[in-house]
T-cell receptor, first 111, second 115 residues
Framework: SQKIEQNSEALNIQEGKTATLTCNYT??????LQWYRQDPGRGPVFLLL?????KEKRKERLKVTFDTTLKQSLFHITASQPADSATYLC??????????FGTGTSLTVIP | DAGVIQSPRHEVTEMGQEVTLRCKPI?????LFWYRQTMMRGLELLIY????????DSGMPEDRFSAKMPNASFSTLKIQPSEPRDSAVYFC?????????????FGPGTRLTVL
């Protein structure tokens, strides 16, 4: 079955720096990859979708890359702010209907 | 729109009792998903519906779990009988038809504790 791994440890960075989160997968060939943000006690909130034929996608301070050869997606937050502190989840799908989620990476931006 | 609505927000019950979780998706959304989230296993897809029809329930852990969607505005997830290992946060999410490849809108979740 598919395996999706995100940074196993929490990530702490200084305000203003770029945060880079990793999503690696095996036994899978997703056509779609999403990133979500989840705050404590709340449901995940969609951030970005990238398709297998897209190498990179940007939205404001967010940038996502999708390397199907390395089986990896990188999620960047530039000029990070304390308000960016949350857990970030990647989700993969080969049909676009069912998405399988990673366990998430906890990000803390230190003022 | 109020977003996806789930009830109850918290449920504490004893082992062996029946538990029913409820979800109201966003109006006009044709897809509805039920997920379970735990620290150990993360966010797991249990079942999803398209136009009120169950499409894939392969994530439902065992026969104790069942889900229904009697109409476009309501779905239930039932656990009978409940066990302590069912303790988790259960999320409902919906997605509009033409954007099924895109975002899912999650509800606030139901935190279930089975004693």
């Amino acid at each position: 079955s598919q395996k999706i791994e995100q940074n196993s440890e929490a990530l702490n960075i200084q305000e203003g720096k770029t945060a880079t989160l990793t999503c690696n997968y095996t036994n899978y060939s997703p056509a779609y990859l999403q990133w979500y943000r989840q705050d404590p006690g709340r449901g995940p909130v969609f951030l970005l979708l990238i398709r297998e034929n897209e190498k990179e996608k940007r939205k404001e301070r967010l940038k996502v890359t999708f390397d199907t050869t390395l089986k990896q997606s990188l999620f960047h937050i530039t000029a990070s702010q304390p308000a960016d502190s949350a857990t970030y989840l990647c989700a993969l799908s080969n049909t676009g209907n069912q998405f399988y989620f990673g366990t998430g990476t906890s990000l803390t931006v230190i003022p | 729109d109020a977003g996806v609505i789930q009830s109850p927000r918290h449920e504490v019950t004893e082992m062996g009792q029946e538990v029913t979780l409820r979800c109201k998706p966003i109006s006009g959304h044709d897809y509805l998903f039920w997920y379970r989230q735990t620290m150990m296993r993360g966010l797991e897809l249990l079942i999803y519906f398209n136009n009120n029809v169950p499409i894939d329930d392969s994530g439902m852990p065992e026969d104790r779990f069942s889900a229904k969607m009697p109409n476009a505005s309501f779905s239930t997830l039932k656990i009978q009988p409940s066990e302590p290992r069912d303790s988790a946060v259960y999320f409902c999410a919906s997605s509009p038809r033409d954007r099924a490849y895109n975002e899912q809108f999650f509800g606030p979740g139901t935190r279930l504790t089975v004693l």
